[in-house]
């Protein structure tokens, strides 16, 4: 049997694990990269790739909705050893959002 992750290590505090409640089924997990689409993340159970789920792209209306480095999100973590699927992404404590670079009006999220 693996060793779970203290996630605390990853700073998992009260008030994510609050906002975590309301979603049982699914997984804290903490993106650690973001590239093309795919994510690194991490929960108590280990490390896994993972990505946005149709119906979470679907309801997305800003590019700084979708889950950036740093952000905790609410995953189905999909012990079958495909991807995790992201279905949620936490309140976030802090950001910087910024336009970005290029023509389009988009925005970017840097977390800190």
Same mark, same amino acid.
Do not use: C
């Given at each position: 049997?693996?060793?779970?992750?203290?996630?605390?290590?990853?700073?998992? *505090?009260?008030?994510?694990?609050?906002?975590?409640?309301?979603?049982?089924?699914?997984?804290?997990?903490?993106?650690?990269?973001?590239?093309?689409?795919?994510?690194?993340?991490?929960?108590?159970?280990?490390?896994?790739?993972?990505?946005? *789920?149709?119906?979470?792209?679907?309801?997305?209306?800003?590019? *700084?909705?979708?889950?950036?480095?740093?952000?905790?999100?609410?995953?189905?973590?999909?012990?079958?050893?495909?991807?995790?699927?992201?279905?949620?992404?936490?309140?976030?404590?802090? *950001?910087?959002?910024?336009?970005?670079?290029?023509?389009?009006?988009?925005?970017?999220?840097?977390?800190?």
């Amino acid at each position: 049997m693996k060793n779970e992750i203290n996630m605390r290590q990853y700073g998992l *505090s009260e008030t994510v694990e609050k906002s975590a409640e309301r979603f049982e089924d699914l997984t804290v997990s903490r993106v650690l990269s973001q590239e093309k689409g795919i994510y690194r993340l991490v929960s108590s159970q280990g490390e896994k790739w993972g990505e946005i *789920s149709g119906k979470f792209q679907y309801r997305i209306q800003a590019k *700084s909705e979708y889950p950036a480095v740093g952000d905790f999100v609410m995953t189905d973590w999909n012990h079958s050893g495909g991807n995790a699927i992201i279905h949620h992404v936490l309140p976030r404590k802090s *950001s910087f959002i910024r336009k970005a670079a290029g023509e389009k009006t988009e925005e970017q999220v840097w977390m800190f």
